[in-house]
Nanobody, 118 residues
Framework: QVQLVESGGGLVQKGGSLKLSCATS????????MGWFRQAPGKERESVCA????????YCAAFVQGRFAISVDNANNILYLQMNSLKPEDTAVYYC???????????WGQGTQVTVSS
């Protein structure tokens, strides 16, 4: 059974940093794409960053470029999201996701709360 488990969320002050982790288990075959999403109260879920595991190509949304970075530890099957210069508007539940295709995500974690105080 595939499992994605996020960790590393918490409360941080404006301008601070957090590093989220997503541990994967349940299969040995590599995914094609992995990504981070977030959903703030009353808002739709939005894509934050993604990584194509076949070529290590990364993408991050404009609102986090220069502040967030996605990476993967292939040996240990862990996805990371380094978040720097956090803003109150980054407050949300952050989810990791994985896929065997490039046009959608098949597997999701349960989410981890990130709260940025002003």
């Amino acid at each position: 059974q595939v499992q994605l488990v996020e960790s590393g969320g918490g409360l941080v002050q404006k301008g601070g940093s957090l590093k989220l982790s997503c541990a994967t288990s349940g299969r040995t075959k590599s995914y094609v794409v992995m990504g981070w999403f977030r959903q703030a109260p009353g808002k739709e879920r939005e894509s934050v960053c993604a990584i194509n595991l076949s070529g290590d190509t990364t993408y991050c949304a404009a609102f986090v470029q220069g502040r967030f970075a996605i990476s993967v530890d292939n040996a240990n099957n862990i996805l990371y999201l380094q978040m720097n210069s956090l803003k109150p508007e980054d407050t949300a539940v952050y989810y990791c996701a994985a896929s065997d295709r490039i046009d959608g995500y098949d597997y999701w974690g349960q989410g981890t709360q990130v709260t940025v105080s002003s």
